[in-house]
């Protein structure tokens, strides 16, 4: 494999789609030299199929907003590999969603679903459909227009749905509400991130952000260090950062930071069970911003304009959106003395700051690692719906638990380098790349 030469022939071929083009020259310059080293991968032109999607389906979504007037949105489902398990992904409703950001996120989801080590393949859909500003009688119509269109497409064994940014409980309950009426049958297995009342799962809302700190908690571990006593800035202020902050939090750390758009709130006394709980009404409001945090508690700061990043901490958690960390992000961060950075959102940090991370010789963990919990909890909801019954909190945390423990141990065996540092990048990628080549190396050519 020729890394630049590939990278070429797919420029060629998907023009202008940056954030694809990132996640696949990420993966394929992590694991060049092992791929070489098996020319049976060579042979069956392994990464040229896997690098493309099985497909992808695209259609329009029309509904009827508040004052009567039609809207017309696009909606996306990006089935990109299904060698180990069903398609599995999140569904993302945000106005800066397109097939390059969803090509990304579900060939990201791919390798993210094998580390887990539960039978899910990879897949991403959405909209750029924006729930910010819209009521819910706004969002439950739309979420009923993008489901007439997706739902045959779809199903326990086939696609399994999921929330990811803009899609919430809320938004999978409505979607779920059109698609039984529609198919007809009560599978609760099509969607994950269900109402605990009709077939969800005890920690799923929680389980990115508590997945991402087992993992954190491993690194540090490994590193002959504790979480207990450190300063943590986390950026967003969305169901994700919500569960890392109380995880964290009862970890025994100190979260100073959370951000929205709008700037970062500095928290110098750390989360309290009041506070965590606030952020859920602010992601719940629509209004995308994190202001109004410091109004509800006079010991927090708000600071416009500025990022998590600007406030000195031991750890930063990128929690938001993709290439939210910047090369000039971590220069701040290691000039502030920070020296862990783990991302929970999906290929949070642009390739500038992982290189400078790496280069600095710092614990660094990607995304499909650190935040692998979210799918891990996702996949134990669907066995749960298999089997028709419900799992205590306990049962699921301690699967998490093993889960998370898992993927790290993966991680360190094929990422650990002969100076002893861990290269968490290159150990993920060539973990889950290993276990779906395999796969479609032993299912032929198809």
């Known amino acids: 494999m020729n890394v630049n030469r590939l990278m070429t022939d797919l420029e060629r071929k998907h023009p202008g789609e940056s954030e694809y083009l990132q996640a696949v020259r990420e993966v394929l310059e992590s694991i060049e030299e092992l791929y070489n080293e098996h020319p049976e991968f060579e042979k069956a032109k392994i990464i040229e199929r896997m690098v493309e999607p099985d497909r992808i389906i695209t259609f329009r979504v029309t509904w009827v907003d508040d004052k009567g007037e039609i809207q017309t949105n696009l909606g996306y489902r990006v089935q990109f ?69 997706l739902w045959n497409n779809i199903g326990p064994d086939t696609d399994v749905p999921a929330g990811d940014v803009g899609v919430g409980g809320r938004e999978i309950g409505y979607m779920y509400g059109m698609y039984k009426k529609l198919a007809r049958e009560y599978n609760t297995g099509v969607l994950t991130g269900k109402g605990l009342t009709w077939g969800g799962s005890l920690i799923r809302p929680e389980a990115t952000g508590f997945g991402a700190l087992y993992f954190v908690e491993h690194m540090l571990g490994e590193a002959g260090k504790s979480i207990a006593g450190k300063s943590v800035a986390i950026s967003g202020f969305g169901n994700v950062a919500w569960g890392a902050a109380q995880k964290a939090t009862e970890l025994g750390a ?85 020296w862990c950075v783990a991302e929970v959102s999906n290929m949070g940090c642009t390739p500038e700051a992982i290189e400078t991370f790496i280069k600095a010789g710092i614990l660094f963990a990607p995304g499909k690692a650190v935040n692998a919990g979210g799918v891990a909890t996702s996949g134990l909801e669907m066995t749960q719906n298999a089997q028709h019954l419900s799992w205590s909190a306990e049962e699921v945390d301690a699967k998490l638990h093993y889960i998370m423990s898992q993927i790290h141990q993966a991680c360190v065996k094929y990422g650990k380098q002969a100076d002893g540092y861990i290269n968490y990048v290159k150990g993920a990628n060539i973990a889950g790349f290993m276990k779906v080549a395999q796969a479609m190396l032993e299912q032929g050519v198809i």
Not at 104 to 116: M, R, V
Not at 254 to 276: C, F, L, Q, R, W
């Open 81 to 149: 590999n299904s060698a180990i398990g069903p398609y599995k992904g999140g569904i993302r409703f945000h106005a800066a969603v397109n097939t390059s950001m969803l090509k990304f996120l579900g060939f990201e989801q791919t390798f993210k679903n094998a580390l887990t080590t539960l039978p899910m393949g990879g897949a991403k859909g959405g909209s750029d459909f924006s729930p910010k500003g819209k009521s819910d009688a706004e969002i439950m119509r739309f979420c009923q227009a993008f489901m007439l269109e």
């Open 254 to 338: 100190k979260v100073i930071a959370i951000s929205g758009p709008d700037g970062v709130i500095y928290n110098p006394n750390g989360m309290t069970a009041e506070k965590i709980d606030y952020m859920l009404e602010l992601r719940a409001s629509n209004r995308d911003i994190v202001a109004p945090f410091a109004e509800r508690f006079p010991d927090a700061e708000f600071i416009p304009g500025k990022k998590a990043w600007s406030v000195k901490c031991d750890i930063a958690l990128p929690c938001a959106f993709q290439n939210e960390l910047t090369g000039e992000d971590a220069a701040e961060l290691l000039a502030n003395g920070t």
